[in-house]
């Protein structure tokens, strides 16, 4: 389908939506620019402070006898094996305000997408691109849309089908229990995201290969893919560290004596998910702050301790992910804790983005769609 078929459709599908809230009025953004996931702070670090969010965040190094918490990776041979890596993102556009009687949401549209890039050889190649486009509207349980309009939008999506580019989501009532409706359409968002993500890794036909996840694995879908690490470039600053001494550290404190081409040890949080975590240094120049120039890594654990087996391997993988920090990315924000293969995933998402005012006429389709003015 060409690129102006792809738009003609889904402008007439925009049109649909905004028919099935005819009776409403509809107040559109004047702001042409989506909104950004990560302006609005740090995912990544949100993401891992949900799994470090009791007031004890002890975790226990699964390595007690590691000579000074840390091993020197550098000159560790490993195969490769890490040779699928995947991100995703989205762009997420606040379009305006719906008013129904004395009920009123916001409306947001949602791109999401998500690269593979895969390790040929001496080469990196694209190897998968998925997108979809989503509208998210309260769940009428929610009391701020009405039956009638909910249910129109329902029929609406189940005729699009799950192959549809454009899809309507709902929140549920129990999204809006911890914040404000807009906060909780952006978690959906995101949740959307974590879902094409886990569907496109589930679907690769990669054998034995490992896959790297930009992000954390924490989340029950993605543990049970085997053979997969999360990488995240940020990361919580709750967790506190045991290292077998009786005297636990904060995480700066720990993190400051891990230096460049050198792994943390292993640890496992006290109680939660059967996930091993650890973190690798892979630059340290120009001089930064402690928790610069570090990834986290995530695997899940298929036992409670640390076979010899396993650690070689954590070895060889920490090796392998010091390697993919060169070529370096300079001057891209947070360059300092980007592998490359990561970084080009990035590159590819953002070069399939929609055109800003391609976005911005969906707020204006909705609008002639619904067809009243606010006097």
């Known amino acids: ?72 990776i550098k000159s560790v041979e490993y195969p490769p094996r890490l040779l699928y890596f995947l991100d995703g993102s989205l762009r997420t556009k606040y379009l305006g305000e719906y008013l129904e009687g004395q009920r009123c949401f916001p409306i947001l549209s949602s791109e999401v997408s998500c690269a ?12 998968r691109i998925a997108k979809k486009l989503s509208f998210i509207f309260p769940h009428k349980d929610s009391g701020l849309i009405s039956d009638t309009k909910f249910e129109k939008m329902r029929e609406l999506d189940n005729l699009w089908g799950n192959d549809s580019f454009l899809r309507i989501e709902f929140l549920l009532k129990t999204d809006l229990e911890a914040s404000d409706v807009r906060t909780s359409m952006l978690a959906k968002a995101r949740d959307i995201m974590h879902n094409l993500e886990h569907k496109v890794a589930e679907n690769l036909d990669r054998g034995e290969d ?33 290292l077998g001494d009786g005297k636990p ?24 998910e059967n996930v091993a975590f650890w973190y690798v240094r892979i630059r340290t120049y120009p001089p930064m702050e402690p928790l610069g120039g570090l990834v986290k890594v995530d695997l899940k654990l298929a036992e409670d301790e640390l076979s010899n ?47 800003n005012e391609i976005k911005g006429y969906f707020g204006r389709e909705l609008k002639k769609a619904i067809g009243r003015e606010v006097s």
């Not at 593979?116 to 050889?121: A, E, F, I, L, T």
């Not at 230096?259 to 943390?264: H, I, K, N």
């Not at 954590?314 to 300079?330: K, L, M, Q």
């Open 249 to 272: 550290l904060m995480i700066a404190t720990y993190l400051s004596r891990v230096r460049e081409g050198e792994r943390s040890a292993v640890f496992k949080k006290e109680s939660g």
């Open 1 to 72: 389908m060409s690129s102006f078929s792809a738009y003609k459709k889904q402008m007439e599908q925009v049109r649909k939506l905004g028919e099935c809230l005819e009776g409403g009025e509809f107040i559109e953004s004047p702001f042409d620019l989506p909104v950004e996931e990560e302006s609005r702070g740090d995912p990544d670090q949100r993401d891992d402070d949900q799994n470090f969010s009791k007031e004890r965040n002890l975790c226990l190094s699964l390595e007690p006898d590691l000579t000074g918490a840390k091993y020197d």
């Open 309 to 355: 087996d396993m650690i070689q391997k954590i070895n060889e993988i920490s090796a392998e992910i010091y390697a993919f920090r060169s070529p370096s990315i300079y001057p891209y924000p947070r360059w300092p804790s980007f592998i490359y293969p990561i970084r080009l995933c990035e590159m590819i998402i953002r070069s399939t983005y929609m055109n």
């Open 210 to 242: 490992w896959l790297v996840m930009d992000g954390a694995i924490r989340k029950g879908e993605f543990l049970r893919l085997e053979n997969v690490i999360g990488l995240a470039k940020s990361f919580s600053r709750k967790p506190i560290f045991d």
């Open 116 to 127: 593979v890039v895969k390790k040929v050889g001496g080469s990196l190649e694209k190897h």
